[in-house]
């Protein structure tokens, strides 16, 4: 049977994900065993499944995508246990790589039917003293039985000299911090996430017409990240009038009336990277003047957000920052008064504005790394590579009892794609109009 052409994807080559592991195991104790599961199967309905979306850990390693796998480590080899050949499968799934392939495919030292991995469990686990293994969490249960129980099997063997690990360590522990500074492999895909989410957002702006309906503008947004062979990186958000004011509105199902203001957080996917965009724009084709008034307090807070995400600040420090802009807009407003220190003590501005101001961004949307550093006791600081969303936003629901008549139903976010590199921020979706000028520009076009 001839191999099927299965390698990782070609914007990161071979050699990177072996880099990856040689850096993992650098970190692992000379007697210690890694094993890292690739993602479970998800049914959507009966025998129906959901698109497989690789586990971020085992891909980060790996670059496979490929179901019912498991990745073995030790300190000085890699074995990987994935599916072999069947070609009565492969006529209704597509083809596997197998294992014959996979050592020179994906750079492994060796590689194992994934049906022997139950049979070797126990001798790989034998004579280490560390297990790295991220228990817990989805769909784990069975597996985690699985595993500790053998762990604990080969402990009890004491009597014949051999010892089973005693200590067991969660892999992203080290994964994640190896993933949040990206390489130049990574901002190359995360720049082709952003151009396929500038195309879709573009489009948004050139085709929104009032009458539409929200999931119209979800599908505008599929198709151009399709065309793209991209996809969601995220269920998108399509929220009109006060819609916008749910933070997460994925329902997308209400008619967009002239005068409105439709809310998009959308972002494209491709090679296991993300982008996380949020626009904010009029159904007709000019903001009102209470429109704007909340647009350009939220737009001038992002700004200065982006401008002060630099190296050696925390995300913590952007958001108080940001917080204090948006209280000052909002006194401006009247839609507070006093003092800003006053509002922040007594979090007024809460009714308004009730998320943080980013997140980490990379291979899963809200993205992996810690946000304080244990050692330091203190929050983590910002360092070169890392990326994060910059997203402040003011949402006034007409149903909340603090919300000023004129600015009801308004709902405004805007968010950007961020990395760091010195004190000069990267803004990697900078080329998705959001001033008020140019956005009004392109609804005319």
């Known amino acids: 049977m001839q191999s099927p052409t299965l390698t990782p994807p070609p914007a990161i080559p071979r050699d990177v994900f072996a880099g ?3 850096r993992f195991q650098s970190t692992m104790a000379a007697d210690g065993v890694a094993l890292i599961f690739s993602a479970p199967v998800r049914i959507k309905s009966n025998d129906v499944h959901y698109r497989f979306r690789q586990d971020s850990d085992f891909y980060y390693l790996t670059g496979f995508g490929e179901e019912e796998c498991v990745l073995v480590l030790t300190a000085d080899h890699s074995r990987l246990y994935l599916r072999e050949r069947d070609r009565s499968r492969e006529t ?3 083809p596997r790589l197998g294992v014959e392939d996979a050592p020179a495919t994906l750079g492994v030292d060796e590689a194992r039917s994934i049906g022997a991995f139950e049979k070797d469990l126990g001798e790989l686990l ?3 003293s560390t297990l790295y293994y991220r228990f817990g969490g ?7 039985a699985r595993v500790l129980g053998k762990a604990n099997e080969v402990m009890q063997r004491a009597r014949s000299g051999d010892y089973g690990p005693g200590t067991v360590v969660n892999p992203a522990l080290i994964l994640h911090e190896l993933r949040l500074i990206k390489d130049g492999h990574d901002l190359e895909i995360l720049r082709e996430c952003a151009r396929l989410t500038a195309n879709g957002h573009r489009a948004l702006y050139r085709d929104t017409r009032p009458g539409m309906f929200e999931y119209e503008l979800e599908a505008l947004l599929q198709y151009e990240f399709r065309k793209g062979d991209g996809g969601e990186a995220y269920p998108s958000i399509v929220a009109s009038g006060p ?11 209400r008619q967009m009336q002239a005068g409105d203001l439709v809310l998009v957080d959308a972002g494209a996917d491709k090679y296991h990277m993300n982008a996380d965009v949020t626009r904010t724009f009029p159904v007709s084709e000019t903001y009102t003047p209470e429109q704007r008034d909340v647009y350009e307090a939220v737009l001038n807070a992002q700004e200065r957000a982006i401008r002060g995400t630099v190296a050696g600040v925390s995300m913590g420090e952007i958001h108080d920052r940001t917080v204090r802009d948006l209280v000052q807009s909002l006194i401006d407003l009247k ?3 006093g003092s800003v220190d006053q509002q922040i003590e007594e979090k007024a501005y809460q009714h308004f504005y009730m998320h943080k ?3 980490y961004l990379g291979m899963d949307v809200h993205d992996v790394g810690s946000y304080y550093d244990h050692r330091a006791k203190e929050p983590r600081k910002l360092e070169d590579g890392m990326v994060c969303t910059v997203e402040p936003g003011l949402y006034f629901a007409p149903d909340n009892e603090h919300t000023p008549e004129r600015f009801a139903g308004i709902g ?4 950007d794609d961020v990395m760091v590199q010195g004190d000069t921020p990267l803004v990697l979706t900078a080329d998705i109009p959001k001033s008020v000028a140019d956005v009004e520009a392109a609804r005319r076009k």
Not at 243 to 253: R, S
């Open 20 to 22: 990856r592991r040689k």
């Open 92 to 94: 209704w799934d597509g």
């Open 126 to 128: 034998k004579n280490k």
């Open 138 to 144: 989805q769909d784990a249960t069975t597996r985690d």
């Open 243 to 253: 819609n916008a004011c749910i933070l997460h509105h994925i329902e997308n199902n």
């Open 335 to 337: 839609v507070l008064t």
């Open 357 to 359: 101001t980013g997140h």
């Open 412 to 415: 405004v976010r805007i968010e």
